[in-house]
């Protein structure tokens, strides 16, 4: 069965740098997903994306957050100048079209360190 | 602000016994309702979708539907010890899916 697949599983970073998550969704989907998870909290709405653009996104996806399919298989998140509170698990999304009785695909998630 | 409400739980069933989750929901525009599990640490996965009003079974589980209450549950039905998990609740308008907190299963053998 198709998945969505993400990389790397974990990633340590220090504070400030930037970080690039990447994910490739299963591949007829057109719609594509970010959320985070902070560790024993809700899974949280980043963003989301279609026809190679932002859709939707959240009041936590701001300047410091971007996301771009740079070749048409890839999804990438980038986090400029990390904090702290950026720790979590990143989880990526996709789904195959636009009725919202489609259910979304998750990857197994990236956990992100930031020290 | 669109809500999506769970008991937190932790909610413990004896193996066998029946386990019922709840969820209620703010936006009456919301159009489909999943059910998820997720173990600990691990990504959310998908176990029961529902559009309509009523119940839907699938094996074990039944996910019902009240779009007048604004409230889906999901029922497991023989709780087995590898049900322990955390369910979210997810509820979707249009391309948003908004998540609850989930609810916390413990299935005792």
């Known amino acids: 069965e198709p998945e969505v697949t993400q990389t790397p599983s974990h990633q340590v970073t220090q504070m400030g740098q930037e970080v690039i998550l990447r994910c490739v969704p299963i591949s007829n989907h057109l719609y594509f997903y970010w959320y985070r998870q902070i560790l024993g909290q809700k899974v949280e709405f980043l963003v989301s994306?279609?026809?190679?653009?932002?859709?939707?996104k959240s009041e936590i996806f701001d300047d410091q957050f971007s996301v771009e399919r740079p070749d048409g298989s890839n999804f990438t998140l980038k986090i400029r100048s990390t904090k702290l509170e950026d720790s979590a698990m990143y989880f990526c999304?996709?789904?195959?079209?636009?009725?919202?009785?489609?259910?979304?695909?998750f990857g197994d998630g990236t956990r992100l360190s930031i020290l | 602000q669109k809500e999506v409400e769970q008991n937190s739980g932790p909610l413990s069933v004896p193996e066998g016994a029946i386990a019922s989750l709840n969820c209620t929901y703010s936006d009456r525009g919301s159009q489909s309702f999943f059910w998820y599990r997720q173990y600990s640490g691990k990504s959310p996965e998908l176990i029961m979708s529902?559009?309509?009003?009523g119940d839907k079974e699938d094996g074990r589980f039944t996910a019902q539907l009240n779009k007048a209450s604004q409230y889906v549950s999901l029922l497991i039905r023989d709780s087995q010890p590898s049900d322990s998990a955390t369910y979210l609740c997810?509820?979707?308008?249009?391309?948003?899916?908004?998540f609850g907190t989930g609810t916390s299963l413990t299935v005792i053998p």
């Open positions: 997810a509820v979707a308008t249009g391309n948003q899916f908004y």
């Open positions: 529902i559009y309509s009003n």
């Open positions: 994306f279609y026809n190679n653009e932002i859709s939707e």
């Open positions: 999304a996709s789904r195959p079209g636009y009725s919202s009785n489609q259910p979304q695909h």
